[in-house]
């Protein structure tokens, strides 16, 4: 692959990952915003499948993320072994490889997945929380015991 490939697939990947992050994003704050303006209908039956709906489709997008990663870092890796063999490579390609040299990029991906899991412990607990604040203030339609 030429320099120019290597560095077109690293910024390919690196907005797919991207993309996949903000739409699980979207869907997180969804579960949340429904959670909240449906408190007054929410039950265990409803909470138990968009919980386990939310986790299985979290799992999903941490496996496509992961693996997504794992092809940047090759993506980087290669472009580092690259820059080794050719006589001269253009400053976006030495920026590139400090990007990997430093460590920056696994920095970035411990941010993420601090977040990540956060959020979607913040995601799942919601619901739970909106429905026993429901209950205990009589709006469920269950009354508190």
Not at 63 to 71: G, K, P, W
Request: glycine fraction near 6%.
């Amino acid at each position: 692959m030429t320099e120019y490939e290597l560095l077109y697939l690293i910024i390919e990947r690196r907005n797919e990952a991207i993309n996949l992050l903000q739409w699980w994003g979207a869907i997180s704050v969804g579960v949340i915003v429904a959670s909240h303006f449906a408190g007054r209908t929410l039950n265990i039956f409803i909470i138990t499948l968009m919980i386990s709906f939310y986790v299985f489709f979290s799992l999903f997008v941490i496996r496509m993320a992961d693996a997504l990663f794992d092809q940047l870092l090759m993506a980087f890796s290669d472009l580092v072994i690259y820059a080794e063999q050719a006589a001269a490579i253009s400053n976006q390609a030495k920026a590139v490889i400090q990007v990997h040299l430093t460590g920056r990029l696994s920095q970035s991906a411990i941010y993420l997945s601090v977040v990540f899991y956060g959020l979607s412990i913040g995601t799942c607990s919601y619901p739970i929380w909106r429905y026993l604040k429901m209950r205990r203030l009589g709006v469920t339609g269950t009354r508190p015991t």
